[in-house]
């Protein structure tokens, strides 16, 4: 097995750190509010017992950081892996108030999870563990305080769970009005028409967006993916259609290439019924997986984990747009080089931020007592990411900084201005 490992070489706190810090130098941001902003409002380490199907106890441990609420409720995914930690919430948290805060949704940012392996259990301890975790978290998770959403290995079916879990802890009267404690719920249980390939399709979007500028279109542009979840099928769906070529896929399982094209559907059909493992796929072929960032392509979607391109192989990158579907997926070193070598870095609170914007929409919805078609919802998120999008590139332009750089200039002065205007109680 292949294992998309994330180098130990920085941790994406650190890297997160870094880019806060740099670009409070550049905007001379107030000093009371750059500590404010440095550290995390709370974190929330819990452990918890849950029986198994054998009938023996496990205790897992769950997270919860909260970083920043000065836009607006708590917002931000739940993933359940292995690596998961507190520094990895705090990192995660943070990038989530500033992707809110460049979206100009009423938000702040938070992230968590549980640290586990998902495919070493069944579908019903995985149920238990997930309302075992919401009851752990109680009051520090609600539809006007937090409000969680999927990441990785996470889905409407986990967001069900925790919708219900928390629910049910509400007198009869109050249960419909926390419908929207979470965000990516199953459209028959509360949730948004679209939600599910939101990400992705504001991955794509920004590509097109960033092309048409160029005076180019996506047609014939051949484009690599590293991860083949939620993100990455949609993000290549979206993109076949406007006629790129899908060259080659990694996941945790394989790397596999093929130089006419990998189609989208078959791929997805094939991964499918194995846990979304490509592994397998007999119309492309394996190949060594530290090549994989070295094909010779247009662009390059990292849409898995965080720290995946690194010092350690962005001289080998050829392709010239780097659009981050996960989160934190370049380290700073990395990114350095990459800039150095004339690369443009779409960064993941732009580029991923359909799905927030998705989520928005969805807690509208449902605290409106309102159902939207899917036209409709792709539209707003259109919109919304479209307007995202034109105020970081015309800060790239006017400030003549790198893409990273514009989004956060914007995101970190939203917030400075709302604790200028209201003030720091006491």
């Known amino acids: 097995m292949i294992t998309i490992k994330e180098p130990a070489k920085k941790s994406m706190y650190e890297n997160v750190m870094e880019q806060f810090n740099k670009t409070a130098d550049i905007i001379n941001l107030n000093p009371d509010i750059r500590k404010i902003l440095s550290i995390t409002n709370n974190e929330i380490i819990i452990h918890f017992p849950v029986k198994m199907d054998n009938g023996k106890v496990e205790v897992f441990t769950g997270y919860r950081v909260q970083h920043n609420n000065a836009l607006g409720p708590y917002k931000g995914g739940l993933r359940f892996h292995p690596t998961m930690d507190v520094d990895d919430a705090k990192a995660l948290a ?14 702040g940012g938070a992230k968590g999870g549980i640290q586990i392996d998902p495919r070493n259990y069944s579908l019903s301890e995985l149920e238990r563990i997930t309302r075992r975790f919401t009851y752990a978290l109680g009051e520090n998770i609600g539809p006007e305080l937090d409000i969680p959403a999927p990441d990785v290995n996470t889905n409407e079916q986990t967001m069900a769970w925790i919708a219900d879990t ?10 419909s009005n926390n419908k929207h404690v979470v965000t990516g719920k199953p459209v028959g249980s509360g949730g948004l028409e679209g939600r599910d390939r939101a990400t ?8 097109k967006l960033f092309f048409e500028n160029k005076k180019e279109s996506l047609s014939g542009k051949k484009f690599i993916v590293q991860g083949f979840g939620n993100v990455g099928y949609w993000v290549s769906y979206f993109l076949e259609q406007e006629g790129a070529l899908l060259l080659a896929v990694q996941d945790a399982h394989a790397t596999i290439i093929n130089d006419e094209g990998i189609s989208v559907h078959d791929l997805y059909e094939h991964s499918k019924p194995r846990k979304g493992s490509i592994q397998g796929f007999s119309s492309a072929k394996e190949m060594d997986p530290k090549d994989f960032f070295g094909l010779d392509c247009d662009f390059i979607i990292p849409a898995a984990l965080g720290n995946q391109i690194t010092g350690a192989n962005a001289y080998d990158i050829k392709a010239k747009v780097i659009a981050e579907g996960a989160n934190g997926p370049t380290d700073n070193e990395g990114e350095r080089i990459l800039l150095e070598n004339g690369v443009t870095i779409i960064p993941d609170i732009l580029c ?34 479209t307007e995202s999008y034109k105020k970081v590139q015309n ?14 200039i914007l995101a970190i002065s939203r917030i400075e201005t709302a604790y200028v205007q209201r003030g720091i109680f006491p």
């Open 200 to 207: 992705g399709f504001g991955v794509y979007l920004t590509l």
């Open 395 to 408: 800060t790239v332009n006017t400030s003549h900084v790198d893409w990273r750089t514009a989004a956060y």
């Open 352 to 385: 991923n931020s359909g799905g927030v914007i998705g989520s928005y929409f969805e807690w509208l919805q449902n605290r409106n007592g309102e159902l939207w078609p899917l036209d409709e919802v792709m539209a707003k998120i259109e919109k919304k990411l």
């Open 94 to 107: 943070m990038w989530m108030t500033w992707k809110t805060s460049l979206a100009g949704l009423p938000y």
């Open 166 to 175: 928390y629910m049910s802890t509400k007198s009869p009267s109050e249960r």
